[in-house]
């Protein structure tokens, strides 16, 4: 069963809706992200396509990640509950709610005003060329998972 498309506009707007149900002080279901942490965290993945913000993996460790780890992040079956977050999605300390929040609206009206075809065949920093199905998956599986964890 086919994931919702991140990149049509009513996707993106129910996304974005869910995100703006959101409080300073909203509690996870589960997990120990704060929510002005969970909003940091998702920004990570976009942080990694429009900015130049995060290392990008030596050849060993991307053959690594495409071999072990992108089967899972690119597919439609959803991440399990208190799984292994990797080292650059683990955020310490207090974030700003409100500059995380409209950081994460803004990357994912973007990346729908992009399209798709943006993004077929487009290079990820950590699992080489994905289709816009992969990178579909990749945004809106990792989304969905987070806004769940916080009951929106």
Known sequence: MALPNIFTKSVAEGVI????????????KWGKMSVDQM???????????YEDKHPKPNA??????????????VSEEPYQQNGQTAPQFIMKGD??????????????????????GHFEGKESH???????????????????????????
């Open 39 to 49: 909003l940091a965290h998702c920004n990570v993945t976009y942080e990694m396509v």
């Open 95 to 116: 974030k700003d709610f409100d500059a995380e929040k409209n950081r994460l609206i803004n990357f994912i009206k973007k990346t729908q005003e992009l399209g798709e």
């Open 126 to 152: 950590s699992f080489g060329a994905l289709n816009k199905t992969e990178w579909n998956n990749m945004f809106y599986k990792h989304l969905n998972h987070h806004l769940t964890q916080f009951g929106v």
């Open 60 to 73: 060993f460790v991307r053959f690594i990640l495409k071999l072990l780890v992108k089967g899972k992040v």
């Open 17 to 28: 809706d869910r995100i703006n149900q959101l409080t300073a002080s909203t509690q996870p």
